[in-house]
């Protein structure tokens, strides 16, 4: 088995060397992007989490719809049920968070919590099970996930003051790091390998 492994990484490794260099722009372009939203909801973080919760509520209502619309449409498909409960709940909550967008705030401020914890933990075990595939960049994707466990304690340290600005404000340092991220990708698989 390891000896089929080795081949199969080393191919990885090159197709991924491959597209990186390929795409090496749009790596660039969204890295770019990033920095400026985040930038702007680091600016206006209470404005921010207002818009990402408003948006956040229109995206499940109009998910909670379509889903709606196609479980009625096959009511004899297995499932329907848990379908059909999936699809309130969308509903439900995309209107509970257009209803009431600061109460919202709050309850995305500790989902936010929990999804800085679970993301830097994954970003750190990516990075370090791929530090061999992503060349000498691999570091961006510890520092990344180490950022997400520091902004997740930065939050719970701030509790409650922190429910009005702490969505904005992190979403937006945390975009600026994720963006740097690719931007330092990018600029290295920009040169082609020696």
């Known amino acids: 088995m390891s000896s089929n492994q080795a081949p199969v990484n080393s191919n990885l490794t090159t197709a991924f060397s491959q597209a990186a260099q390929a795409h090496w722009r749009l790596f660039l372009i969204e890295g770019i992007?990033?920095?400026?939203?985040g930038l702007a909801a680091i600016i206006l973080p209470a404005i921010?989490?207002?818009v990402a919760t408003i948006v956040l509520g229109w995206l499940f209502l109009i998910a909670g719809v379509v889903a709606l619309v196609s479980t009625l449409g096959s009511r004899h498909a297995p499932g329907f049920g848990w379908s059909l409960l999936s699809a309130v709940l969308a509903l439900v909550a995309g209107g509970v968070l257009l209803w009431n967008p600061f109460q919202g705030l709050i309850t995305l401020t500790y989902v936010l919590i929990a999804f800085f914890i679970i993301d830097g933990i994954f970003m750190i075990i990516l990075a370090i099970s791929h530090r061999r595939e992503l060349s000498q960049k691999w570091e961006w994707m510890?520092?990344?996930g180490v950022i997400d466990l520091v902004l997740a304690a930065i939050i719970i340290a701030g509790l409650p003051g922190?429910?009005?600005?702490?969505?904005?404000?992190?979403?937006?340092?945390?975009?600026i790091f994720g963006g740097s991220s690719l931007i330092a990708m990018a600029l290295a698989a920009r040169k082609p390998a020696a």
């Open 48 to 50: 921010a989490g207002l």
């Open 142 to 144: 510890l520092v990344n």
């Open 162 to 175: 922190a429910l009005f600005w702490a969505l904005g404000l992190l979403v937006g340092i945390d975009m």
């Open 33 to 37: 992007i990033l920095c400026v939203l």
